[in-house]
């Protein structure tokens, strides 16, 4: 049974920092293409940042700078390090990992004052 397991979400000041995980289990994470996307309330789901089994690394225009995607294939754990958070980034974060698309149960991130 695949499972996708996100953490490290919470409530942060604007211009703070989080780190997400996304745990895998019954797949070899480091196999996939493996992407964070998040939804706002009211939003579509959108991608933010994906990471190819190579290690190539894509984000969308409006983290660029901030966000860092990497993955630790020993811990079969993807990261999203976010900085300089912006109310904009309010959203749950999920993990997701293809070509099968597997999903995981989301995280929320809030960014307020």
């Known amino acids: 049974q695949v499972q996708l397991v996100e953490s490290g979400g919470g409530l942060v000041q604007p211009g703070g920092s989080l780190r997400l995980s996304c745990v895998a289990s019954g797949i070899i994470s480091s196999t996939y293409f493996m992407g964070w996307y998040r939804q706002a309330p009211g939003l579509q789901r959108e991608l933010v940042a994906t990471i190819t089994s190579g290690g190539i690394t894509n984000y969308v225009d409006s983290v660029k700078g901030r966000f860092t995607i990497s993955r630790d294939n020993a811990k079969n754990t993807v990261y999203l390090q976010m900085n300089s958070l912006k109310p904009e980034d309010t959203a749950v974060y999920y993990c997701?990992?293809?070509?099968?698309?597997?999903w995981g149960q989301g995280t929320q991130v809030t960014v307020s004052s």
């Open positions: 997701n990992a293809k070509p099968f698309d597997y």
